[in-house]
């Protein structure tokens, strides 16, 4: 089997889209509305989700004919949260403010409902290439779905973007403001929804039947 | 009114299957209906219809409104010449203020209509009459210098999002207009409230200049008790406000909340025609009185529960928006709770959260939010009790 097989492909990519952990699983909705306001925790936040799920994938699907399966949440828990510990120390020393913004939200990935439901369905009966592919598939789904919102928030919320302005000067001189209401969680959601909704337009397969 | 029924019916079949017009079908539907009663009836299993449909009940709730928006005009008026100390005549005084209000009224019917007929031709069914109440209630509710964009913006918000998302007219979790307002309210806290937004003090198409004379301070009633120290209620210009004035309304606020006479005639208008429920209306205004005068009494608020009755949206919520029939509760009992907790609620926000001058609102959106749970609970009492009673009728037969 090829590093890249179809089979791999799939795994790689379906999360990307088809079977995304957000907005067609609905896992992970919290942490999306809560770190979303600005565009730049929103990507630190998917950058350490990827990182952390594909590497505690890959651990898993290493230790997973040893592990005794009584124990085997605990294990998986133990190894997300070394994990996410390391990720924690390493933004605190080389992204300090974002790791501020994001403060508890990163120790929060440790009960991220899609790093565990990744480790239970997959890493625990697959070898450990295709658990890595799986984990970063599922990690990017995420990190491109909190990206969008982010962007948008960010955008009409601010109007910047990485905190630079971006809606020029003119606009607000002729009156127009930002909308508050896209710092406040509850626009995350309806975001979110948006994505949900041009997506199910979009793919048939994702519609339910009338 | 022969003449008009002659013509569409000359024009209908252009609209039908095959005729010229056929996709537009659904906007000539939503015409024809909206001038006459159609009359076609259920063709199967048993209904039972009222006489005045939906259509019917919309009109009336705007024919109720017509005197708040008319008052609103002038008030907006009185509100500015007041503000630049000048006294011209009646006229004068209410053409500005019916060009100031005009455009809000515009841009909110023509956005939201707009959507509608878009929805109805996507979607292929006749186009819902929903909007004709939130058309109309959305400039109300509104302060006069909200920017037109931005009454355009919460209005498609309103009614894509707490609408047509949720099947359009009818299936509304939440009253529509009052989603318009809330969007504005917190995605552009400044123009919605504050001193500077609820009477225009600049000139409007032209008329009405003049300099804003230096005694004026914007500030609403209820904005004024809102900030500590204010001993007695004024107007915009520093004459003191009694129960009167509050009734009558010309005072500063949004355009067609203040004048309590005209929300009165409004509500005779919609009680005589059995439109609004009576039991609704009058548990708000039990509720609000009571929550206000218990915390008048512990010494919580700095004004009377008359007071709180009379001022900012309390009335004009109560009478239009809390009595609307979609987000309200279906059973006699639970309009009781419903009206009574959105009366309490918009008290409590305005008196213990110092940041929100005016909780109506937030309390009858809330409360919409609850208005199902009440129904449950009050069905399944309702079916618990009849069991019972069942139960010892069958008991006592079985004795006799």
Known sequence: MGLLSSKNKSILFNPLAKENPITVQMLGVCSALAVTSKLEPSIVMAASVIAVISIANVVISLLRNTI????????????????VSVINEVLKAFAYDVSKQLSVFIGLIITNCIVMGRLEAFALGNKPWPAFLDGLGNGAGYGIILIIVGFFRELLGSGTLFGYQVIPDKLYELGYENNGLMILPPMALIVVACIIWVQRARNKSLQEEK | MKFLRNYLNKIKPNFEEGGKFHAFHSVFDGFESFLFVPNNTSSSGTHIHDAIDSKRTMSIVVLALVPCLLFGMYNTGFQHYLAIGQTPGFWTIFLYGLLAVLPLVLVSYIVGLGIEFIVAQWKGHEIQEGFLVSGMLIPL????????????????FAVIFAKEVFGGTGFNIWNVALIARAFLFFAYPSKMSGEEVFVRTDSTFGIGDGKVIDAFSGAT??????????????NTIGDTLSYWDMFIGLIPGSIGETSKLCILLGAIILLITGIANWRTMLSVFAGGFLTAFLFSELGLTSISALEHILLG????????????PVTSPRTQFGKYIFGFLIGFFAICVRVLNPGYPEGMMLAILFMNSFAPLIDYYVVNANINRRLKRAKLNAMKGGVE
Do not use: K
């Open chain 1, 68 to 83: 005794p399966s009584r124990i085997r949440i605990i294990v998986q828990l133990v190894v997300v949260a070394a994990l």
């Open chain 2, 141 to 156: 509710i509104v302060p006069i210098d909200t920017p037109l964009w931005m009454v355009g913006l919460a209005t498609a």
């Open chain 2, 221 to 234: 009633p209820l904005g004024q008790v809102g900030s500590e120290g204010v001993p007695l209620i004024t």
């Open chain 2, 313 to 324: 949206g309390f009335a004009f919520g109560a009478v239009f928006m809390s009595t609307d």
